[in-house]
């Protein structure tokens, strides 16, 4: 069988692009100048396969910036094109690229990597997501060439276009675009894009809205996935119970979160960024950041900023009680603690599932002032809890550790006693005495139990060290005859035992081992 130029020359470029970078170098080291001209062709489109991001960058000349967290972006449609099933909720603050990579650049380099394929957009009016279709349209009519992609021409409207077809296959790909609420029938998608289901603040503040955009998303947008399809949700969290915050509640464990608030507030940031640092400070610096939140307010800075829908108040705490008294991280080491316990508020029973697991430490000083130093609540069994609650016992010296004994007291009390000896055995105690463990009873309803100490933040007495969103969050929304959440649960047993240690009931004693040597 003969062998054509075109096979051979096809066959010469997958030789060089299967090498490894370095020995591609040589190759063009060595070459004609007329060879060079083709491999910095294929250079070209090596570059353009490798993310949205370098396929902007090429197109662009390099005036489509890039950054860390846009590296995310394209790292989760690396991973969709490489034939992965993902769901992507992705959470970031306005004009920080997050649209133009997800909603623009992605799709089309999704439809240049496969063009048999298609894709879905929905927004919370079909003008915009006209407007992200159209502008994906208009770059495949630009740079049909250099894509290796073309417009089918019968089909190229900007709602709905579709692209010409391999050849050798039947399948067309192609994109779709409509409003959030409207119809797709006979729509289908592999790779689903919804950009901003809602408006604004007063579209996500109506239930109706909010039930309106739930119901169209499950009865018609998620029907309409191909096999093994992707999804991705790009969300402003304006409330807690918006699209984002409904998935999170039904099927957390479907999701993967790509969550960059404008100011690192978590350890856990998936940048690496230590708290308060910028998303992208080579266009919001901390300073550009300050001025804006100042600017907007706070409902807004943590919504569209942070990402945190910090909700209205509820009847027991005020915010200003909190945000009045804060203070920073960096004023803590300057106050003398007299005390210092942890509050666990568990589960209950011996169970091994994981729950959510209320954890909060604080202080007194010897003026009466209390200060929430850490809230470490999160989903843990009882094989984990009992050891996250001493690390966080011996990180910050605390005397007591406050357990409820209502619901398998006793069990807690051991749970607790087992992972202090354990952590002892290896050496991890650093030489201090186990705290006293305190057994509470919660024996008064939650209004009584909660509103003394409401009180104290009313009277300036409370002081959160840095801020504690989601602890905050529960406090200031709570109402009497609601259940009682895990981490206000614990801030509560924590601060009443601070707040009056001879109250009857509480179970603390003076300690004879003088382990408070030096905070009094």
């Not at 709602?159 to 779709?176: A, C, H, Y």
């Not at 029973?349 to 604080?362: K, M, Y």
């Amino acid at each position: 069988m003969t062998t054509t130029a075109p096979d051979r020359q096809a066959g010469l470029e997958a030789g060089y692009r299967s090498l490894p970078a370095d020995q591609r170098r040589r190759v063009v080291a060595r070459a004609t100048p007329e060879l060079r001209v083709k491999l910095a062709r294929i250079e070209r489109q090596i570059a353009m396969d490798r993310s949205p991001g370098a396929l902007a960058a090429v197109l662009t000349e390099g005036r489509e910036k890039q950054a860390a967290h846009l590296d995310m972006i394209d790292s989760a449609f690396r991973r969709i094109a490489a034939g992965e099933r993902l769901q992507v909720m992705l959470t970031c603050p306005p004009r920080h690229g997050k649209s133009q990579r997800a909603s623009r650049w992605g799709p089309l380099w999704y439809l240049r990597r496969h063009p048999e394929r298609r894709v879905m957009i929905a927004s919370y009016g079909a003008d915009l997501a006209d407007d992200h279709g159209r502008w994906v349209r208009d770059q495949l009519r630009e740079y049909p060439s250099v894509l290796g992609v073309r417009l089918h021409a019968a089909s190229h409207a900007a709602n709905r276009f579709d692209l010409e077809q391999k050849r050798g296959s039947s399948v067309r790909g192609g994109m779709v675009t409509a409003g959030v609420g409207g119809g797709l029938t006979g729509k289908g998608f592999d790779l689903g894009i919804i950009d901003d289901p809602f408006k604004g603040h007063d579209d996500a503040a109506s239930p109706a809205q909010r039930d309106r955009v739930w119901e169209w998303y499950r009865s018609v947008f998620f029907t309409r996935r191909a096999p093994g399809a992707s999804l991705i949700l790009i969300n402003t969290r304006w409330h807690e119970d918006d699209l984002s915050g409904r998935l999170l509640q039904h099927e957390p464990h479907r999701w993967l979160q790509i969550d960059l608030p404008a100011l690192a507030d978590s350890p856990h940031d998936p940048l690496g960024r230590a708290i308060g640092d910028p998303l992208w400070p080579a266009q919001y610096d901390a300073t550009e950041l300050a001025d804006i939140r100042e600017s907007v307010g706070e409902r807004v800075w943590y919504a569209l900023y942070q990402q945190k829908p910090r909700p209205l108040e509820g009847g027991v705490w005020k915010w200003a009680w909190i945000t009045n008294n804060r203070i920073k991280l960096e004023a803590w080491p300057g106050i003398t603690p007299t005390r210092v316990v942890v509050a666990v508020d568990h589960a209950g029973g011996d169970s091994l599932r994981n729950d959510e697991v209320g954890l909060v430490c604080a202080a007194r000083d010897a003026e009466g002032h209390m200060y929430v130093l850490d809230d470490r609540s999160r989903t843990m069994g009882a094989d984990t809890w009992g050891t996250e609650v001493c690390r966080l016992a011996i990180e910050r010296q605390a005397d007591a550790i406050i357990v409820e004994n209502n619901f398998g007291g006793d069990m807690a009390r051991q749970i607790v006693t087992q992972a202090w000896q354990e952590l002892q055995r290896q050496g991890d105690t650093k030489g201090l005495l186990m705290p006293s463990i305190i057994e509470v009873r919660a024996k008064q309803g939650k209004r009584l139990r909660a509103e003394p100490i409401a009180q104290m933040y009313a009277r300036g007495l409370v002081h959160h060290v840095d801020e504690h969103v989601e602890l905050e969050g529960q406090m200031v929304t709570w109402l009497p005859g609601m259940d009682s959440p895990d981490r206000m649960d614990a801030a509560v047993h924590a601060l009443t035992e601070l707040a009056d240690p001879t109250q009857q009931g509480l179970g603390t004693h003076n300690y004879s081992d003088q382990r408070l040597r030096g905070r009094r």
